[in-house]
């Protein structure tokens, strides 16, 4: 059969409408994609991740959830937040599942009625900043308490007078299982963080910008002052080395400075379901986001103080010591004392995923004590 010229055109004519259409289609269904906020399986994740329930376990309509993530804008960051979640959150599942001999430590929980809030604190992790996190939620907060030695005084002993006391009373005294219901029907959360650099901030704190005769941690001082005749990093480490050894199993410490606990014995977490595990090192991130998804008003209105000040307290110390980094801290310990802190720390380690190695390598050629 023979095409006329002219049934050609018509024949490549209906061919190029088709291609045309088919392309239209196509942008559209692309420019649809792009103005969805948040994508179904982020939605799905998020739910997976902070619990949603459905009312209906045959509905998959996802009006039927009680708190819909729809209503939530989660940028970028709060959706690595979300898989950082389900990552920390499968690493102590696994740490606990392996490790059963540390599945039944203590659990120090601050319970907030009024937000429904449960905050399981470690000293040296951001307990200060939420300490005034707290104090304003609570309505507490005073113009007065404007950013400075003076008005930090004032948090200090508000927090650790009334403010502890009362958020303690409702978990004081209470087994594991009244404190899991609490964690599991409440906004629950926990910050950690690398534990080697905890020591170093401990040292830096207490130790550096701190005068010989304050009260805070003044005992301590005191004590280590007496048996290692210097208030150095390394005399520190020996120090607590020594209290953990003494005054430790493996699922409680009686005697030992709050600074001291490992992470893993101050709350419980192969037991506790607590609904986020906030870490310093993302902590505005994580802080940031989890209030946006909880809607609690956090608003950080005071920075961690953990962070290097310009200037220090003379304690007689060389102008150096108080420079020094973490990393250039930890390998100036000597190479069997910074193995015996490691091996003390192992269980935060690796229950939350972290390295020695981030600040020192273990075969580091530092000099052994004597």
């Not at 409408?17 to 269904?29: A, H, N, R, V």
């Not at 792009?34 to 997976?48: C, G, K, M, W, Y």
């Not at 376990?57 to 009680?66: A, F, I, T």
Request: charged share 30%; with cysteine; glycine share 2%.
């Amino acid at each position: 059969m023979y095409f006329t010229r002219n049934k050609i055109i018509n024949i490549i004519g209906v061919l190029c409408g088709i291609i045309f259409f088919t392309l239209f289609i196509y942008s559209q269904e692309q420019v649809e994609i792009r103005n969805i906020s948040i994508p179904e399986d982020l939605r799905t994740h998020a739910r997976s991740i902070l619990g949603f329930k459905s009312k209906s376990s045959d509905s998959e309509n996802p009006d039927s959830y009680e708190k819909k993530p729809s209503d939530i804008n989660i940028s970028d960051e709060c959706s690595k937040f979300l898989e950082d979640q389900e990552w920390r959150k499968n690493r102590i599942k696994s740490f606990c599942e392996a490790r059963p001999e540390y599945n039944a430590t203590q659990s120090y929980i601050l319970y907030m009625e009024n937000k429904n809030l449960a905050y399981c604190k470690h000293a040296k992790v951001a307990s200060t900043t939420l300490s005034s996190e707290i104090i304003q939620l609570l309505g507490l907060m005073k113009p007065e308490y404007s950013i400075n030695r003076e008005s930090n005084k004032a948090i200090h002993q508000l927090k650790q007078n009334v403010i502890y006391p009362m958020l303690r009373k409702t978990t004081e005294f209470k087994d594991w299982k009244f404190k899991r219901h609490l964690v599991e029907n409440s906004m629950s959360f926990s910050v950690v963080r690398h534990p080697l650099s905890r020591v170093v901030s401990l040292f830096k704190d207490k130790i550096l910008e701190t005068e010989l005769k304050q009260r805070s941690f003044r005992d301590c001082r005191m004590e280590i002052l007496k048996k290692y005749g210097n208030l150095s990093f390394t005399s520190l480490v020996q120090f607590v080395l020594e209290e953990l050894k003494e005054k430790c199993s493996d699922e409680d410490c009686q005697g030992v400075n709050d600074h001291f606990f490992p992470q893993y014995m101050k709350c419980d977490y192969c037991r506790m379901p607590y609904k986020y595990i906030l870490k310093l090192e993302t902590f505005h991130r994580d802080l940031l986001c989890m209030g946006k998804i909880e809607k609690i008003d956090f608003r950080e209105i005071q920075e961690n103080p953990t962070l290097q000040k310009n200037e220090k307290l003379s304690l007689g110390l060389p102008e150096t010591d108080f420079r020094l980094s973490t990393s250039e801290l930890l390998n100036s310990l000597p190479k069997d004392i910074y193995e015996d802190l490691v091996r003390m720390l192992t269980p935060d380690l690796e229950m939350f995923g972290y390295l020695p190695e981030t600040y020192r390598k273990l075969d580091s050629s530092s000099p052994t004590s004597e």
